[in-house]
């Protein structure tokens, strides 16, 4: 079992920034891929960025260049620094963890936390 607990989300006026921590702990089997969804309300829940294990990262077209994520091993912390938001960026942002259901297992689970609040607005 994996467990996730998100924290930093909060108003911040457009243009600002905010830094949003994911503390994981749990076992983690490799093979994984660690990453941060957003799901706006009335909107599908969607991912803004991910990295996997040999630290390669992607995002949305929406948040390129904007956001930025890390993974830090030695604290188990998913980091998502967000710069130059706008108020499209206002959803519940959740981090979430894709590895392997044991080490030898080809099968996957996925891990989710709670979710944090972002809002964007002057």
């Known amino acids: 079992q994996v467990q996730l607990v998100e924290s930093g989300g909060g108003l911040v006026q457009p243009g600002g920034s905010l830094r949003l921590s994911c503390v994981t702990s749990?076992?983690?089997?490799?093979?994984?891929?660690r990453s941060w969804y957003r799901q706006a309300p009335g909107r599908q829940r969607e991912r803004v960025a991910a990295?996997?294990?040999?630290?390669?990262?992607r995002y949305a077209d929406s948040v390129r260049g904007r956001f930025a994520i890390s993974w830090v091993n030695i604290n188990k912390t998913i980091w998502l620094e967000m710069t130059d938001l706008k108020p499209e960026d206002t959803a519940v942002y959740y981090c979430?963890?894709?590895?392997?259901?044991?080490?030898?297992?080809?099968?996957?689970?996925?891990?989710w936390g709670q979710g944090t609040q972002v809002t964007v607005s002057p």
């Open positions: 749990g076992s983690i089997f490799g093979d994984t891929t």
């Open positions: 990295i996997n294990e040999l630290g390669d990262t």
């Open positions: 979430n963890v894709l590895t392997r259901s044991s080490p030898t297992s080809t099968t996957y689970r996925d891990y």
